[in-house]
């Protein structure tokens, strides 16, 4: 059974950061990429960072470019968001992803990915 377990969700004030954290349950995670999503209020599942499996390859969503960054210790088995300068409209339920394509690139789609975890909420207040 994959489990992926999203830590690090809070309420924070604008201008603020936070650290997100993913811990996967896959002995061969080290091969897979990983995504990082979110989901507002009324608002559909949108891309957040997506990053290859040796995390040589990263990719950021417009909105957050410059502002949040991906990585990944596979000696850890675990993904991470950093996310600094927060913003209310960075007010979500965050997701992590796990595509177990062995060797794939980035990937911004959520129907790519096979297994998520079940979200942390991240609360920015103005």
């Known amino acids: 059974q994959v489990q992926l377990v999203e830590s690090g969700g809070r309420l924070v004030e604008a201008g603020g950061s936070l650290r997100l954290s993913c811990a996967v349950s896959l002995r061969t995670f080290r091969t897979y990429t990983s995504g990082w999503f979110r989901q507002a209020p009324g608002k559909e599942r949108e891309f957040v960072a997506t990053?290859?499996?040796?995390?040589?390859?990263?990719d950021i969503a417009d909105s957050v470019k410059g502002r949040f960054t991906i990585s990944r210790d596979n000696a850890k088995n675990t993904v991470y968001l950093q996310m600094n300068s927060l913003k209310p409209e960075d007010t979500a339920v965050y997701y992590c992803?796990?595509?177990?394509?062995?060797?794939?690139?980035?990937?911004?789609?959520?129907?790519?990915?096979?297994?998520w975890g079940q979200g942390t909420q991240v609360t920015v207040s103005s």
């Open positions: 990053i290859n499996w040796n995390g040589g390859n990263t």
């Open positions: 992803a796990a595509d177990i394509n062995p060797w794939r690139g980035i990937v911004r789609t959520a129907e790519d990915y096979e297994y």
